[in-house]
Every structure is written in structure tokens, then in C-alpha cells.
């Protein structure tokens, strides 16, 4: 299996009542599907924080302004589309002031509409329970380990 690293971000989104926005996604190679907070790559001469902001819009619609400039560092290793992705990922913040903003599908792209099964707000404590894996698996600790997230 071909191992990459592909400069990535992701946002975690809360709401009003501390849920995280997850996104659910099915491999179109294998068929695995997984939950993941929004994100993607990072595009040739995008800072980081643009990149996370651009991803936000596209995959959410949501407000991008509410994103942080400021990360943690987290190690990915994850398989999608038949190759292993790994290496650092910039996660940043956003907090909206609502239970469950809506969502918009319109930025995203042909093949993502395809991929993409569907959305949760999901308390951290929750995150167990989901019906797929969970990526990064170990995102409810690194929401409980970093004062960025606040206690979780």
C-alpha cells in the first residue's frame, strides 16, 4: 500500500451544547466508511488557516470566520483511497453559539457528494458509541488534553 503524507487540517467544531460536528464518510475504494471532524488538504500556497477556513465553507457552509488561528499539532495515520495517509495535521477550533447550526452541501465537491453519508453533532463523550471508526481514534483525548478545545 502506498504511504503518503498530504498536508492536511481539520476543524473541530462545537456547538452551543459542546457537541463536535463529525462528518461521515464511505471510501470509495473499499467501502469502510468513518466519522472525522471537517478538513482536508492543504492547496499549493494556502496557509493553514486558510485551508482549514476554505475546507469549512466547502464541506459545511458554516460561518469560516469562527475558526481559530490558533492549533494543535496531531499524528494522522489513517487509510483512504487505498493508500496510507500519515504525518502531522493542524486541528484548529471553531465555537458557534447555537445547538446544531445547519449544514450546506452546496460547496462541496462531485466526488465528495458522493463520498459523504452524512453529518452528526456528537458529544465528546458519545464519541464510543458512533456506528464507524472514529478518526483520529483518539480525538477524545486530544480534545480532553489541550486547553485550545477546553475540557470536553
Known sequence: ??????????????????????MNWRDPIDGHQLWEPPGGGIDPGETPLEAARREL?????????????TFVMVDRDTIWKGRRMTGPEQF???????????????????????????????????????????????????????SLFGTA
Do not use: Q
Not at 1 to 22: K, N, Q, S, T, Y
Not at 57 to 69: I, R
Not at 106 to 124: D, F, R, T
Open 57 to 69: 465553507t466547502e464541506e459545511t457552509g458554516l460561518d469560516p470566520e469562527a475558526v481559530s488561528a
Open 1 to 22: 500500500m502506498e504511504m503518503v503524507h498530504r498536508p492536511a487540517v481539520r476543524v473541530i467544531c462545537f456547538d452551543a451544547d459542546g457537541r463536535v460536528l463529525l
Open 92 to 146: 484548529f477550533a471553531a465555537r458557534y453559539p447555537i445547538a446544531g447550526p445547519d449544514l450546506a452541501r452546496e460547496g462541496l465537491l462531485p466526488y465528495e457528494k458522493a463520498e459523504l453519508l452524512g453529518h452528526a453533532w456528537v458529544h465528546p463523550s458519545d464519541f464510543s458509541s458512533l456506528p464507524d471508526p472514529l478518526e483520529p481514534p483518539s480525538l477524545g483525548d486530544i480534545l480532553r488534553s489541550n
